[in-house]
């Protein structure tokens, strides 16, 4: 078992880093350094280096998880909440065109990162995605919650509410609502989670299509009745 180090729950900024030898080392000294010249173009840069700092954080917080050095609610919370902070940070025009994507700017800044680019892609914490079995008693008020949830969900598809900023964020409660209530596979339950990836990789105002949008409530029928079906 290793050592539990507790994972900070929050993006430091990039300048608590030590700094990297192989990147340091391409540096010249006899270039000039480009300064800000304005507070947008300052802003602009802090930003990128946050966004630097969420991915190098959201790195070691995988591979934390996976060698069991925090407990699973920690990880939750502090995966989240990095999530969260990337996509505010993108949600700026300026940044988002200075960015480009997250394969560009790793090429940019030579970053590998793989954990951290899996997760940003899946745009979920591994908890959410894939839960872990629990012996907790199921209780009604989660039913409730969960049913609802699918519910929400299906009535926004029907009032032709298409865009990425209404349907993820009902879309990610579907699931968390869910995994309250169960940890079994059901039917649809995989196509819950591939359509929370599509939906993480559009922009923000981007709207899936009518032929998505049919698809997409077929799939959620499908996946209402298959976690009723847990519930028997």
């Known amino acids: 078992m290793y050592p539990s180090v507790r994972q ?3 993006a430091p900024t990039p300048y608590n880093y030590p700094p990297n030898p192989s990147l340091s080392s391409r540096i ?6 480009r300064l800000a010249t304005s507070s947008a173009e300052r802003d602009l840069y802090d930003s990128l280096a946050e966004i630097y700092s969420v991915i190098v954080t959201l790195d070691a917080l995988e591979k934390a998880y996976i060698k069991d050095s925090v407990t699973e609610a920690e990880y939750t919370e502090a995966c989240d909440r990095l999530l969260k902070q990337y996509k ?3 949600s700026d025009e300026t940044v988002l065109r200075e960015f480009v994507d997250l394969e560009t700017f790793k090429r ?9 680019t899996e997760r940003l892609r899946i745009g979920l ?3 959410v995605e894939q839960p872990t079995p629990s012996n907790a ?5 989660a039913i409730a919650e969960a049913t609802q949830d699918f519910i929400t ?9 298409l865009a990425k900023d209404s349907l993820h964020p009902l879309l990610s409660d579907v699931i968390q609502s869910v995994n309250k209530v169960t940890d079994r596979d059901f039917e649809g339950r995989g196509k819950i989670v ?9 922009k923000a105002t981007e709207e899936v299509t009518e032929d998505q949008a049919r698809e997409l409530s077929f799939d959620m029928e499908r996946a209402y009745h298959g976690f009723k079906s847990t519930l028997k």
């Not at 940019?108 to 951290?116: G, N």
């Open 8 to 10: 900070p729950a929050y």
């Open 28 to 33: 010249s000294l006899d270039e000039e350094v």
């Open 88 to 90: 505010a940070i993108l």
């Open 108 to 116: 940019e800044w030579d970053m590998e990162c793989p954990r951290a």
């Open 125 to 127: 914490p591994a908890t």
């Open 137 to 141: 008693g199921v209780t009604g008020a």
């Open 153 to 161: 969900f299906l009535d926004a598809l029907k009032l032709n509410l």
């Open 194 to 202: 591939q359509w929370l990836i599509t939906l993480n990789q559009m």
